[in-house]
């Protein structure tokens, strides 16, 4: 199942391309509904690189929901149209979903930018739940975004990195 949303940045493509790329952001946007545990690495590199890492979720900060892979590539596409345009695809794999391959699109606008999520969700039997759970949360995470941009990316005290975090 497909969820995709876009939301309106006011900051440019590319500083929100570098914060996509701090592991920081996704604790900061996805926050308190989910919280990732880093499992293997020990610890999320301070920006992302294209590889695979292993982690514990945890919903609502401490019920464990099983593990997932989170598998990056970025694919920058600048040259199209004369925009900045750029994409982060992790293509992950969990014990909820068989498939959980998340692709984030970030284009320049006149002002501002576009930020785009676009998911397809395969969890078998549970897919329903899972996209359902999917929704929401990538609603609340766009809320975040908007909310961080706002604040010049203030992330101000967050959940740490490290696996006791």
Same mark, same amino acid.
């Given at each position: ?53 292993? $982690? ?6 401490? #019920? ?5 892979? @989170?598998?990056?590539?970025? &694919?920058? =596409? ?42 397809? $969700? ?6 329903? #739940? ?5 929704? @929401?949360?990538?609603?609340? &995470?766009? =809320? ?22």
């Amino acid at each position: 199942m497909l969820i995709e949303r876009t939301t309106l940045l006011s900051c440019s493509a590319q500083r929100c391309f570098e914060e996509v790329q701090k592991s920081a952001l996704l604790q900061q946007v996805a926050a308190p509904l989910v919280r990732f545990v880093p499992l293997e690495p020990a610890s999320f590199p301070e920006r992302w690189e294209p590889k695979e890492y292993l $982690v514990s979720v945890r919903l609502f900060g401490f #019920l464990p929901a099983g593990r997932q892979r @989170i598998n990056l590539s970025i &694919r920058e =596409r600048s040259a199209e149209m004369g925009r900045f345009h750029v994409e982060l695809r992790d293509n992950g794999r969990g014990t909820l979903a068989s498939t959980w391959d998340h692709l984030i699109v970030v284009q320049a606008l006149e002002q501002g930018c576009s930020y785009t999520d676009r998911v397809t $969700v395969k969890a078998g039997i549970l897919t329903p #739940l899972v996209w359902s759970f999917a929704w @929401i949360f990538y609603r609340h &995470r766009q =809320r975040r975004w908007r909310r961080l941009a706002g604040s010049g990316f203030s992330y101000g005290p967050g959940p740490s990195n490290s696996p006791r975090g």
